[in-house]
């Protein structure tokens, strides 16, 4: 999470923290994966479910849970009779955790006002406090 709090003002947010939120929008910024992602999250979807409701291709769908699975969104457990079925479950622990740092990081907590540092406006800040 972000270990952000209104009280830590001028804290920097980690940056381990920041490449993550950054990895999980660059995987959500695919509008089929979103959907992809919709459909999970309501429950446990096999992969001919998720062609037949969204009306992808098995390869395609195959390439956006892979990009899911990787940024640990997504769980994959393929049929223990037939491999050919794979069933998609969200990693709640992600879910979780994905919700907290969009919290943390979108908060309008965060908005702080602007400290004139440079500019014709510190300038005279700085000169009136000199003077």
Known sequence: MLNYSPDQ???PLPAANLQTLA????ALSEPK???LLDRIIQGVQCNCELGDELDMAPNLISHHMSVLREVGLVNAERDPFDGRWVYYSINRTALDQLNAVFGDFFTPERIQPRRLTCGPQAIASNQTRNT
């Open 9 to 11: 003002e001028n804290l």
């Open 23 to 26: 990895r999980w929008l660059k």
């Open 33 to 35: 994966r979103l959907l």
